[in-house]
């Protein structure tokens, strides 16, 4: 996938998929990769970026497979976020469809 293109909805993807349920770092890079091929060095900072901005909390739990886990869930403010840029890729898609087609029909 271009990288650009993957940039682009890396957030969205990762707000979603801890909209769904709260997830530690490497669940979440696992997760994530079953969408768009990323790495750790991706994705821990941009979860650091959107705990910055206040669109993640934090907390740890205990893990049976050593040291506790940071886990990371939505605030009211991610899911607002989280709506507003699955708008704007909803529109985007949209549009980038319609120029696309009357391409093609000329």
């Known amino acids: ?8 909805v890396l957030e969205l993807i990762v707000l979603e998929s801890v909209r769904q349920r709260d997830m530690y770092g ?9 969408v768009v091929d990323v790495n750790e060095g991706t ?9 910055n901005e206040r669109y993640f909390e934090t907390y740890l739990r205990e893990s049976t497979e050593g040291p506790p886990r940071k886990y990371y ?8 976020y989280r709506d507003s840029l699955e708008a704007e890729w909803n529109q ?4 980038v469809g319609r120029f696309l087609e009357d391409c093609r029909h000329g």
């Open 26 to 34: 490497y669940e979440l890079v696992e997760e994530v990769s079953k």
């Open 73 to 80: 869930h939505l605030t009211a403010a991610g899911v607002l």
């Open 43 to 51: 994705i821990y900072p941009l979860l650091k970026r959107l705990t």
């Open 92 to 95: 985007l898609t949209k549009r």
């Open 1 to 8: 996938m271009n990288a650009q293109f993957k940039k682009g």
